[in-house]
């Protein structure tokens, strides 16, 4: 492991440097303006997750943004207890009003720096506050790729969720046991924009195209 990859874990696991939880909003609007733009003849388009179709993915940030923001809450319960499956989720009527809200509520939950102390539960797993507030930043981030690369729009995320996710990926890939969340990290050159290298850590081609 690399004194890069090192201080990245170290300030992943504190909460310290640029890894810090950041404000949800601006990059919880990204993915509700993406979201809004798929016309429904793309929903049974496939992804850059495997065996996930556009509707599958979208369905999976509206059940993710749920878990996460009772995460937040500490409302710890059905939501926050069970494993997410991006290929599993069925798209509920009126997701389009749906998705939005909850993307709102996740961000606002978010803002309460109570959040980010002591201990909760995402997926099933027990995990300290600020670690789940970068999960769901890494959520949200990785995830609006996906939909942006799978539904041919242009993405640009939010530069301070972008800085964290990154962080949190690295630290993630030092790790030897990325305990089944994300795939082998695919290599991406040292000067490639910061997006891609954070797609790259995650699993992800960041030459992905349908």
Avoid at 91 to 111: K, N, T
Avoid at 150 to 173: E, I, K, N, R, V
């Amino acid at each position: 492991m690399t004194d890069t990859d090192a201080d990245a874990r170290t300030d992943t696991e504190t909460g310290g440097g640029s890894s810090a939880v950041p404000d949800l909003g601006p990059q919880a609007r990204i993915v509700a303006r993406l979201a809004a733009a798929v016309p429904d003849e793309r929903l049974a388009d496939r992804t850059p997750c495997p065996g996930t179709t556009v509707g599958a993915l979208l369905g999976h940030v509206a059940g993710l943004s749920v878990a996460f923001r009772d995460a937040a809450r500490k409302d710890l319960g059905p939501t926050t207890d069970s494993v997410p499956d991006p290929s599993a989720p069925t798209l509920a009527p009126g997701w389009r009003e749906e998705l939005p809200r909850v993307l709102d509520e996740l961000a606002e939950a978010w803002r309460d720096p109570a959040a980010r102390t002591g201990m909760t539960r995402a997926g099933g797993v027990d995990l300290p506050g600020e670690i789940a507030g970068l999960v769901a930043v890494d959520e949200l981030v990785v995830h609006g790729w996906d939909l942006a690369r799978a539904t041919g729009q242009s993405y640009a995320p939010d530069p301070a969720a972008l800085a964290a996710a990154h962080a949190f990926l690295l630290a993630s890939a030092a790790e030897e046991d990325r305990g089944g969340i994300f795939g082998p990290v695919v290599p991406v050159p040292d000067d490639a924009p910061l997006l891609d290298r954070a797609i790259g850590l995650s699993g992800r081609d960041p030459a992905w195209t349908p």
